[in-house]
């Protein structure tokens, strides 16, 4: 709104720029320091959403996830100071997984920036190493160029997090509109043809190739593509850590994950294969076991690495060919190819699904309590169910016995961030509130954004979380026996009552110890709808799928 003729205030222009680009949420705790853009989003709630989370932390990680879901940057909004240092959690997770998001932080009026006012950073500083852009709009003429180069680095190359600061000062001023702006899109990256020559020349003298796709920035497009490759060529597939759902898991030619823990058969099959076809993830740490079952900086197979910015290409890993493409770009033109050698390929294939098979059947662990809890997820939750999930040992059972059906079907954090899975339920659950949601947490990892169970609450979303609850950080406390045997150190905790937790927010709660309790729990919570919660217990003593500390 604005008093003169021609002229906007700085704040609506913001929001106008927002409804533009075609966002429809936004994330955040309000704060003093950006009124005026509450203000604005007051005059739009048919065009863009506000959801008021509990803690900047959760409206972060919620914004993130709602990036993963939609491919359009997620946004999220917080004050300054202690609400930029809360939202940083969320901030690392979408650098750390490649998804677009963009975060405004209210900043101090313009005339009292390096005195060290009322909650001033330098968020240049702060933000510099988990962010692809960090800015302060100090011109509110600018708004514009800046607003639009945000969308569109979060989108580019390797998809990422942006911080644009507002001065709280700059945000009331009155500004001239220029022209209406360009929707912000991704640009392609095509692998030239003397690189496609190269890479089917390759992979006609392969033997045990195989497929290891991940990262950030795909699309329905692209992972159709991909499956088409797979496919057309008789080529294994496999996917980074918590990428699982790049790739329709019943698929006959996906043979599983690189995940937390070492995969046996896995780690067997990479060892065996002649070329590597890498096509987007950055082969880090946890996905190579350390650095360990590919060795840098040359490994022993061939390395074929498609991924959409050259800095990351050799910059660990030495490739036998690097190909700078997008992965829709890529993975449309390989399945185009003719096919190559689909039959001398495909014995290996079904073998290492067979192999799968048999990994992730829940009867393939003895005496484990657990397992088949995932299992009966697995048989009954329709194929577009949206599972979410944080960091902890329960994570394990999770992704070896739940097979995911669906693009965007998993909400992982691969940065291993705890506290993920409940405001990423939020998110799911406001962006696709057609399809069932689960948040599925340990009771340290729920514990630390529980309170995002009020932003569900508040805003009458479809949800069922799901604590699995051994009263310690169990995976801390694994790594802590391994290392120093009965030296037990900060790893214990005390847990409220969850379900009374979860009923004092108007949810449907119940504590089941077994697989049958688990059963009636589940079955009553999807035809209940509405906001549930099912604790289970955990035997402290079970650490991992078969594996227990004794």
């Known amino acids: 709104m604005s008093t003169l003729p021609n002229t906007r205030r700085a704040a609506d222009h913001l ?40 803690q900047e932390g959760g409206a972060a990680m919620a914004a993130e996830a709602h990036g993963k879901l939609t491919g359009r940057p997620g946004i999220c909004m917080v004050t300054r100071g202690p609400g930029a240092t809360n939202a940083s959690a969320g901030l690392h997770v979408a650098y750390q997984d490649s998804t677009p998001m963009i975060m405004f ?48 680095t979060a989108l580019s190359g390797r998809p990422g997090p942006v911080v644009l600061a507002l001065p709280e000062d700059m945000l009331y001023e009155d500004i001239a509109l220029p022209p209406a702006p360009r929707i912000a899109t991704a640009p392609r990256y095509q692998p030239s043809a003397d690189a496609m020559a190269d890479f089917r020349e390759r992979l006609s003298n392969a033997k045990r190739p195989l497929i290891m796709a991940g990262g950030g920035g795909w699309s329905a497009k692209g992972i159709e ?35 937390v823990g070492p995969t046996p058969y896995l780690k067997d099959a990479l060892a065996e294969t002649d070329l590597l076809i890498a096509i987007g993830p950055r082969l880090g740490e946890i996905t190579t076991q350390g650095y360990t079952w ?31 493409a997008d992965m829709d770009s890529f993975c449309c033109v390989v399945a185009d190819m003719d096919p190559i050698a689909p039959d001398r390929f495909a014995q290996r294939t079904k073998a290492l699904r067979t192999e799968f098979e048999t990994y992730v059947a829940p009867d393939a662990v003895e005496a484990d309590p657990l397992a088949p809890i995932f299992g009966h997820l697995n048989d009954v939750l329709p194929n577009d169910a949206i599972l979410c999930n944080g960091a902890g040992n329960y994570a394990a059972w999770l992704h070896r016995f739940y097979k995911y059906r669906s693009a965007g079907s998993q909400l992982a954090p691969t940065s291993g961030s705890m506290g993920y899975g409940m405001p990423a339920a939020v998110a799911a659950a406001v962006t696709a509130p ?98 549930n919660l099912i604790e289970v217990t955990q035997d402290p003593m079970l650490n991992a799928p078969g594996k227990w500390l004794t």
């Open 434 to 531: 057609e399809r069932e949601v689960y948040a599925i947490a340990g009771d340290g990892c729920f514990m630390m954004t529980c309170q995002e169970l009020a932003t569900a609450a508040h805003h009458d979303l479809r949800l069922t979380v799901i604590v699995i609850n051994n009263a310690r950080y169990g995976t801390i406390r694994a790594h802590q026996e391994r290392e120093f045997p009965g030296r037990v150190s900060g790893t214990e905790m005390i847990n409220p009552d969850f379900c009374d937790f979860a009923r004092s927010f108007g949810a449907d709660a119940e504590k089941v110890d077994d697989i049958v309790g688990f059963k009636v729990a589940l079955a009553s919570a999807r035809k209940r709808g509405g906001l």
């Open 225 to 259: 593509a991909l499956q088409r490759f797979s496919e057309k060529q008789g080529l294994p597939i496999t996917v980074s850590l918590r990428c699982q759902s790049l790739m329709d898991n019943e698929h006959p030619n996906y043979v599983g994950h690189f995940s």
């Open 15 to 54: 929001v106008d720029l927002l409804v533009q680009q075609g966002s429809t949420h936004v994330f955040g705790v309000p704060g003093e320091s950006y009124l005026p853009v509450l203000d604005a989003l007051h005059d739009h709630v048919d065009d863009i959403r506000f959801i008021t989370c509990r």
């Open 294 to 324: 590919l060795t840098p900086p040359v490994s022993t197979q061939d390395l074929i690495h498609v991924f959409p910015e050259p800095e990351e290409i050799g910059r660990v890993y030495e490739p036998t060919l690097g190909l700078v």
């Open 105 to 152: 932080i209210g900043q101090v009026a313009r005339d009292m920036v390096e005195r060290e006012a009322f909650q001033e950073l330098d968020y240049r500083r702060m933000f510099g190493q988990c962010a692809k852009w960090v800015a302060e709009i100090g011109d509110p003429s600018r708004i514009q160029e800046f607003v639009n180069r945000a969308y569109r």
